[in-house]
């Protein structure tokens, strides 16, 4: 990974929910380590409760972190006043969430839709106008320009969702299961666009999914269990050369398969082979 390269960067990041009236405090994330290149698809996967949707949520500027820092392009967003945070959110970010009446007004039309916050920034007509046929043709639903979410099928709210996102040149675009609702073909269909787009207009793009089809498909995918990202790797892992994460602090993230044999070890010893290759000797306990 190239380090000028890096446009996101998440360092030590934490974030605790507190529950005053129970007196319950649940950590969602627990010092998590991240970096995605610009430009790139990047995929965060993980069981439910790891974490994903709080760092989206982080990420799209709804949620401030408990601690931590989050760089985005050249910026710490963790810092922001909550004015910066607005502004963030309107120019800076685009969000598509799984579901789709959180992405779109289900009374306008798929042009209206887009042109809502470009109306938010007080951009002319005639600069709305332009920029949504641009988007229109981008997703190529021109001919659906004035149908309604009700009036269009699954893929194709996908699709409008994504143009609604995309509506303020954002730098970074995260989404929330973005096939989850959708069959196979569609998803095929809708991951396709994803490509085009990422290559047309070069949007770094951050994914949160379970879908196995988007896995294979090699892009770079971060496992996140407990908080923290344990695993980076590009398609299915090999089971003989399991992946494992090395954070800032120099500690290793063992994956979850893996965690009964490392747990709680005092006697586990890393040596060198060779300048490239290092290897971990787990001893066999007595009772095993």
């Avoid at 007080?122 to 659906?144: N, Q, S």
């Avoid at 299961?177 to 085009?196: C, N």
């Amino acid at each position: 990974m190239t380090e000028n390269n890096v446009f996101v960067e998440c360092q030590d990041l934490i974030k605790i929910y507190a529950d005053e009236k129970n007196r319950v405090r649940v950590p969602a994330l627990r010092g998590l380590e991240m970096k995605v290149l610009k430009g790139e698809i990047s995929l965060v996967v993980g069981p439910s409760g790891s974490g994903k949707s709080t760092l989206l949520n982080i990420l799209a500027g709804n949620l401030k972190p408990s601690a931590g820092i989050v760089i985005v392009g050249d910026t710490d967003i963790a810092k922001f006043t909550r004015a910066q945070m607005v502004d963030y959110r309107r120019r800076r970010v685009g969000v598509v969430w799984q579901l789709p009446q959180m992405n779109l007004v289900w009374e306008l039309s798929a042009s209206q839709n887009i042109q809502v916050p470009m109306r938010i920034l007080g951009l002319t007509r005639e600069e709305r106008m332009k920029r949504t046929k641009e988007l229109l043709e981008e997703v190529e639903l021109l001919d659906r320009a004035h149908h309604k979410p009700t009036q269009l099928s699954g893929g194709e709210i996908q699709r409008i969702s994504l143009a609604v996102a995309l509506a303020n040149h954002p730098e970074l675009v995260v989404l929330d299961e973005p096939t989850g609702e959708l069959d196979s073909q569609t998803s095929e269909k809708i991951v396709a666009f994803f490509e085009k787009i990422n290559k047309d207009l070069g949007v770094t793009m951050i994914l949160a999914t379970h879908d196995r089809r988007l896995m294979a498909k090699g892009y770079r995918t971060m496992l996140l269990v407990d908080g923290r990202i344990t695993s980076v790797r590009r398609g299915f892992a090999d089971e003989s050369n399991i992946p494992v994460y090395s954070d800032a602090f120099g500690a290793l993230q063992i994956p979850i398969s893996l965690r009964e044999t490392f747990k709680s070890r005092e006697d586990i010893l890393l040596s060198r082979e060779n300048e490239e290759v290092f290897k971990l000797h787990v001893p066999k306990l007595e009772d095993e």
